[in-house]
């Protein structure tokens, strides 16, 4: 008991600082200089429970305080009160998603969970299917998984040999999960079919339609579209009616990536972007951890179609689903998964709804779309700062170049564009050095790298804003 409440208050004075905008977001070190600071190595002799604490202090003194009000480098950013009890009591709880034999109270809250998800959908009645998987990656490989299965149900047992060559479709801005559920389903990179974007990073349905036909004529059979509901990079939302019309029209599959976008359906101010998410004839990629600032991992995959999951994935393990069990063997969810264990993701998301309801996760959302504006509000026309596509921002993603003073008047493009390209990834090199902010960057196709903005922590201020543009410009201003 002394140990776990010595534990308890290295985490409580870690929480403590992580809000505090006075201590740095990282104490930044190199790697090999990391691995010589401390004895990282496995030993055959047990260590003291001493000795453990001072591992559990060095391992947070060098962490990244991804809960920092200034901590902007990723989708998943921030830390709920609420949803880190709820983390603690899981772990507490230790236990297995597979059975309600073995998870009773966790495997009923997320069939809850996942019926009011399906309800602020649009699906009739909450009907459909659903599980929580390790992250948005496994949720759109299940997809495209239950998508193969449902056109091609003998895939399941005599391979992919059985089936005719498929063509999978979605944006050239989407994720590269799909990509790789391709290559980890035995389809092929090859298979996936990238769809032209607009400017603003938007699937072109024309551009679909045209690539759907060459498929067939090419004797490839189109099983599953893909579009995204909020872009990594961009932020863009795919126009789902129009490319629901036309998965319609030419029989395949709908799936939404709603990853990062997904939760903007909770504001009444913002889920018009969504619209035509109801139509989606399979299925909907969701992740809490991200806009709903739920602590990683918590991602949902919605399913329409009862009973699809189970027809795909069972197996009949006889040691753990027996079909005599003495209660409702619907509920033991195992053999639905591809994993056989299966952690329990859902206890963080059902305790931070019953904390906040869904109007407070709708002001958290409104809160950071808010800031976002703002950001973009303030740089658009600020002298050093040129934005990477025209128009406001769909989500919080904000991209731009920063402009040193000594490149903004230079004549030749190709020397100016060689430059700007190592300009964020020097700043970013300082931040962390620095250790007082972070902000990721990348290029986009022919555009050199730019600053990509993401606001999804809740604690971030107009004021905070405020700080990461100056240290921009002060970090910057000599290169």
């Given at each position: 008991?002394?140990?776990?409440?010595?534990?308890?208050?290295?985490?409580?004075?870690?929480?403590?600082?992580?809000?505090?905008?006075?201590?740095?977001?990282?104490?930044?070190?190199?790697?090999?200089?990391?691995?010589?600071?401390?004895?990282?190595?496995?030993?055959?002799?047990?260590?003291?429970?001493?000795?453990?604490?001072?591992?559990?202090?060095?391992?947070?003194?060098?962490?990244?305080?991804?809960?920092?009000?200034?901590?902007?480098?990723?989708?998943?950013?921030?830390?709920?009160?609420?949803?880190?009890?709820?983390?603690?009591?899981?772990?507490?709880?230790?236990?297995?998603?597979?059975?309600?034999?073995?998870?009773?109270?966790?495997?009923?809250?997320?069939?809850?969970?996942?019926?009011?998800?399906?309800?602020?959908?649009?699906?009739?009645?909450?009907?459909?299917?659903?599980?929580?998987?390790?992250?948005?990656?496994?949720?759109?490989?299940?997809?495209?998984?239950?998508?193969r299965f449902k056109m091609f149900p003998e895939v399941k047992e005599k391979g992919m040999s059985s089936v005719p060559r498929l063509a999978a479709f979605t944006s050239e801005h989407s994720h590269f999960s799909i990509k790789k559920g391709a290559a980890a389903l035995g389809i092929g990179t090859e298979s996936v079919i990238c769809i032209k974007a607009d400017e603003s990073g938007k699937m072109i349905p024309a551009d679909l339609e045209r690539k759907i036909l060459e498929a067939k004529q090419k004797g490839f059979v189109p099983?599953?579209?893909?579009?995204?509901?909020?872009?990594?990079?961009?932020?863009?939302?795919?126009?789902?009616?129009?490319?629901?019309?036309?998965?319609?029209?030419?029989?395949?599959?709908?799936?939404?990536?709603?990853?990062w976008g997904g939760s903007l359906i909770m504001s009444r101010m913002h889920k018009w972007k969504l619209d035509g998410v109801e139509r989606s004839v399979l299925k909907l990629t969701w992740n809490p951890h991200k806009m709903m600032a739920v602590p990683l991992q918590c991602s949902a995959l919605l399913v329409r179609e009862e009973g699809l999951m189970q027809n795909c994935n069972q197996m009949h393990a006889c040691y753990l689903f027996q079909q005599d069990k003495h209660y409702d063997l619907s509920y033991d969810t195992g053999d639905k998964a591809l994993q056989c264990g299966r952690h329990v993701d859902i206890f963080k998301l059902w305790l931070m709804w019953r904390a906040k309801g869904t109007i407070g996760f709708e002001a958290q959302i409104d809160k950071c779309l808010e800031l976002s504006e703002y950001l973009y509000n303030k740089i658009k026309d600020r002298e050093g700062y040129e934005m990477v596509f025209n128009g406001k921002p769909q989500h919080t993603n904000v991209c731009f170049w920063y402009l040193p003073p000594g490149m903004r008047y230079m004549e030749d493009k190709e020397e100016k564009k060689k430059r700007l390209h190592k300009v964020a990834p020097v700043i970013k090199a300082r931040m962390m050095e620095y250790g007082t902010t972070m902000v990721s960057y990348q290029p986009q196709g022919d555009k050199v790298n730019f600053f990509r903005m993401v606001i999804s922590n809740p604690a971030a201020t107009f004021e905070d804003i405020d700080f990461l543009i100056e240290e921009i410009e002060r970090l910057g201003q000599d290169l």
């Open positions: 008991m002394t140990f776990l409440q010595e534990v308890v208050d290295i985490l409580l004075a870690y929480i403590t600082e992580s809000f505090d905008r006075e201590t740095k977001v990282i104490d930044f070190h190199y790697p090999n200089e990391l691995l010589q600071r401390n004895n990282w190595e496995l030993q055959d002799e047990p260590e003291t429970l001493d000795d453990i604490l001072i591992s559990c202090r060095a391992t947070l003194k060098y962490a990244i305080k991804t809960a920092h009000p200034r901590y902007f480098n990723q989708l998943s950013t921030g830390l709920d009160m609420v949803g880190l009890a709820a983390d603690w009591l899981t772990s507490t709880a230790n236990t297995n998603m597979f059975t309600y034999e073995v998870a009773p109270v966790f495997v009923l809250l997320e069939y809850v969970t996942l019926k009011k998800m399906r309800e602020i959908i649009g699906w009739e009645d909450g009907r459909g299917d659903g599980i929580f998987s390790p992250g948005g990656a496994i949720s759109n490989m299940y997809a495209m998984l239950l998508a099983f599953f579209v893909s579009a995204t509901a909020g872009t990594t990079v961009y932020g863009a939302f795919d126009p789902l009616i129009a490319i629901s019309d036309i998965c319609k029209k030419y029989q395949v599959w709908f799936h939404v990536d709603g990853a």
